[in-house]
């Protein structure tokens, strides 16, 4: 053990991506391996990469470059190790080896195979693997949140996306086993568990023969964890057995994260969504009717080819209309491998830039409003931070998801991994402020 190199990872990219860091730093320790969270102390460093969209692939770049500078071993995973596979080894003399996004579970052998100076190629060329509760797993996350996945890779074509390139079909976990993490969680402390996939709400077509998400929730919902959060809940898998299996279960949280991506049926028929141009109108209201007081957060993407004026106009009065709690807002990008790179119609990328920037400013108002409304009143909080110098307490409360919403901060004293009732006395655009609330006066939502 004495002679085994020590190991950190340079984590990129989206919470699938970190539960592949987890656990492949879960495999690398059980090993014998140490992991070292100090990239300049360890002997080698793993960059699990993104490559989802141009940024992403410029941050892994920088992120490569930069360790390449510092004479550091590398190892590549990921997406991007996926998406370009012999190239980077070529174009890095630092990297002793590529790992493809479904492969990360063979890391304890790359590692083992470059320290006798093989230059390391490990990409299945079709993904299928996805681990289970019985692979170790060394949690990045605060003490009180930890990522589910509930199921791997896409079945869907969407003309924007190239996940299916990178990531394979899609492949469900048994409920037996998801069950059995979320227990193992449980017993680890953890607050809240997110469920993540390409699309949850299709978790189970592949091995049940149908969509098993209500029946999985209501099996969770026997879990002794307080918030279950899904996230990536297509609208048309929000079928009324799921909304009550939400609505019916104490521990699942209301939030639903609906990735629309635009609400004209031109465009959405362009981006090959699956709901094909169907009003998407219908479809919000349903959920607010049969799911009252549900949290909606969305994203959406401007400039798609052929996105016109009239088209923007369009998501902006439906975003008005439809005041959704969260909303993010992506431009265009265009990858080489998905249909929309060749669409004609290309739309500018500076109008791109200003549209995304009119559409944040329309839901800017709506936010403030939002958070505005829960000033005077009691919340939950899941304490995850101190602030290092004043002490303030910074957490969330079930509105918000982490990374992606807004945060609450908190004067008083509490633990952290604790959820707590906290009284809001302010609010901004985007975060919450208030105070421990007294115990005797606990009346928290």
Known sequence: MANKPTIAI?????????????????LLAQAGYQVDSNEELADYVIVNTCSFIQEAREESVRTLVELAEADKKIVITGCMAQHFQGELLEELPEAMAVVGSGDYHKIVDVIERTQTGERVIEITEEPVYIADETVPRYRTTTEGVAYLRVAEGC?????FCIIPHLRGNQRSRSIESIVAEAKSLASQGVQEIILISQITTNYGKDLYGKPMLAELLIELGKVDVPWIRIH???????????IAAIRDTPNILPYLDLPLQHSHPEILRAMNRPWQGRVNDAIIERIKQELPGAVLRTTFIVGFPGETEAHFQHLVEFVKRHEFDHVGVFTFSPEEEAPAHSMENQVDPQISNNRRDILMQTQQPIAAAKNQAYVGKKLNVLVEQEHPSSGQLIGRSTQFAPEVDGLVYVRGEASLGSIIPVNITAADVYDLYGEVAPVAAYAAV
Do not use: F, Q, W
């Not at 079945?155 to 003309?159: E, I, L, P, T, V």
């Not at 990536?232 to 799921?242: H, K, N, Q």
């Open 10 to 26: 340079s984590h990129l990219g989206c919470e699938k991506n970190r539960i592949d860091s987890e656990h492949m730093l879960g």
């Open 155 to 159: 079945d869907y074509r969407c003309a």
């Open 232 to 242: 990536y809940a297509y609208p048309t898998g929000l079928t009324s057995d799921v």
